[in-house]
């Protein structure tokens, strides 16, 4: 007798969900393709419990007639990929066929949808059809999943609870909203509104209703095109940062993907502008030939392969380091208001209920609750004073052109800090920062383009174990390209005959070390990297630092070569050069002004 059986659809149905279901989003992440796919201009997610016990998506798309209705629960049936032909080219964000089907196998679905001229109701739970009858509907389509994983209690146990699974979901929907701001969304949870937008094809707008209105206001225009890609999109100023990555959101073709390579090379344009393990808040979106590119990777098509991958990565780190150097950005010292009240109550603002007619609305200050013995004592709640009018258009604010800006000293605080002054108001420049920052971008100049190099009449020997001999041997070439001539010299030890004439004289032998080391720490060794390293390593050590003393003279010659930095913005570690306080705030501060 045989022992090899065909699946039962059912079985084969579940051991598929098994990777396109892995949770609440998954069905989300699904149902919401299907509906952009079906040229849905509004999408309404409504989800009981976080959808751990409903969600319910609603559109007003194509919508199916009765039979096609019936047939989206077959393995495999999809309008959207008909022949081999059509995988070279995939347009659509669902293309396998598998998602309806995978969902009805751990869960009770039901659909309801229209053509605008049949409509169909069809139930269907744990893969057997329950129900499929004619049904009067408007058009598009209305999806409603009941009861996730009821049958695989395996799964559902290791569901997380309501707030991380919301989470996941929201995260989702607010990344696709991004990636479509033509298109109206709405996610509810228990009738309580969490995101609209308003779908009026202004990704600015979008940003506001994602984020916030604030943080709309400080991003940053970057474009770029080359004959394969045009990129388009919008990257946050150096001064607004996050600890995660999850804030850069990649769009390719509105399609929602995941790069690690193309995050990497955002988060690569904003080296020295962002302390390291900081993150902007990015929304890039990639036009490219479907024929280019591969999304056929793995079922939950978030994965893309990319032909010429190296231009589309060397034109989005152009680009945003195009954005970043054209302007110059300094934080602001904003003097909050602090008022005592009796009691604590929650203060919430959801802009999206605001109707159009609404002129303007004010939140209210930050608060601050004594504790006593009838009322703990709670943490401030940050509600910044601000007044917004719904109806205008976001502008985003005119940065600083750094030629216009002319800061002239007026003495220096705790031989660390200078103050300076202008017609805009207060100075605060760090010298150890901007000293930094001068000889960062000299002596990245001189790596680049001075090849001169300095013979030694004595060379320079170093000795290492043999294990770190063997790695510094393999990888001579990379010294070779720093100008470092070294040779083998004995078993464990090498000789250095020659390095670049910049290197400070009397400190060689350290910094030489210093560069053998990083070799011994780095399996692969990135060249332009390693030398931004040197470079840091340099300028730090070379910098004025606290409690020095400086002349008026001293200061606005250092202030005037701070000027000149393609970054003025930061030191090559990411911290502030320049703090400013406004003639407004100053005066805010001595209760000249309310």
Aim: a neutral charge; hydrophobic letters at 40%.
């Amino acid at each position: 007798m045989s022992k090899i059986k065909v699946m039962s659809e059912e079985l084969a149905n579940k051991i598929a969900a098994g990777e396109v279901v892995e949770r609440p989003a998954s069905v989300v992440k699904e149902l919401l393709e299907n509906a952009l796919d079906a040229k849905a201009s509004e999408v309404k997610i409504d989800l009981v419990e976080s959808g751990l016990l409903e969600i319910s998506i609603t559109d007003n798309g194509l919508g199916m007639d009765y039979e096609d209705a019936k047939l989206a629960f077959k393995r495999h049936a999809t309008s959207k990929v008909i022949t081999e032909n059509d995988l070279l080219k995939i347009i659509t964000l669902g293309f396998r066929g598998e998602a309806l089907p995978s969902i009805a196998a751990v869960s009770d679905v039901e659909l309801k949808t229209s053509d605008g001229v049949e409509g169909a109701l069809v139930n269907v739970k744990g893969s057997k059809l329950i129900k499929s009858e004619r049904s009067d509907l408007k058009k598009g389509t209305k999806i409603t999943v009941r009861n996730l994983f009821y049958n695989t209690p395996a799964r559902l146990k290791h569901l997380k609870n309501v707030y991380t699974e919301l989470s996941h979901i929201s995260d989702y929907v607010h990344k696709i909203s991004l990636s479509r701001s033509d298109v109206a969304f709405t996610l509810t949870n228990n009738g309580k509104v969490l995101l609209r937008t308003d779908g009026k094809n202004n990704l600015l707008k979008t940003i506001a209703s994602v984020y916030s209105i604030d943080i709309a206001k400080e991003m940053l225009v970057i474009s770029g095109v080359t004959s394969d890609y045009k990129i388009t999109g919008f990257t946050s100023k150096p001064i607004l940062q996050r600890g995660s990555r999850n804030y850069v959101s990649l769009i390719v073709n509105n399609r929602i993907i995941k790069s690690s390579r193309i995050t990497k090379a955002i988060l690569d344009s904003y080296y020295t502008y962002i302390p390291h393990g900081k993150h902007p808040i990015s929304v890039l979106s990639i036009e490219v030939d479907p024929t280019l590119i591969d999304v056929n990777v793995h079922p939950n098509k978030l994965e893309v392969k990319f032909s010429k991958e190296d231009e589309l990565l060397e034109l989005i780190r152009e680009s945003v380091i195009k954005a970043l150097k054209t302007t110059i950005f300094i934080p602001k010292v904003v003097k909050e208001k602090v008022e005592i009240i009796e009691r604590y109550e929650e203060i919430q603002l959801d802009l999206s209920q605001v109707s159009e007619d609404s002129q303007k609305y004010e939140t209210p200050v930050k608060v601050e609750v004594p504790a006593t013995e009838e009322t703990p004592l709670v943490e401030k709640v940050s509600v910044e004073q601000k007044s917004v009018n719904i109806s205008q258009e976001i502008i985003l604010d005119e940065p600083i052109k750094k030629e216009t800006l002319v800061i002239y000293p007026i003495g220096q605080v705790m031989g660390t800090y200078i103050i300076g002054q202008n017609e805009n108001g207060l100075y605060m420049i760090d010298q150890h920062a901007a000293a930094e920052r001068i000889r960062y971008e000299y002596y990245k100049k001189q790596i680049v383009s001075n090849e001169e190099v300095k013979e030694l009449l004595v060379p320079l020997v170093f000795d290492f174990s043999l294990s770190e001999s063997i790695i510094i041997e393999g990888k001579l070439d990379v010294l070779n390209q720093l100008n470092i001539e070294v040779e083998k010299f004995g078993s464990t030890s090498f000789r250095v005959r020659s390095h670049p004439i910049w290197f400070k004289q009397g400190e060689e032998s350290e910094d030489i070390l210093k560069i053998f080391k990083q070799l011994l720490n780095q399996r692969v060794i990135d060249l332009t990297r390693l030398r931004e390293s040197i470079v840091i390593t340099m300028s730090c050590k070379l910098s004025l630092k606290a409690n020095h003393s400086l002349s008026i003279l001293e200061m606005e010659r250092l202030l005037s070569d701070l000027m000149l930095c393609d970054n003025p913005n930061t030191c090559p570690h990411g911290r502030p050069v320049i703090v400013h306080i406004s003639g407004y705030e100053l005066e805010k501060m001595f209760k000249r002004v309310k």
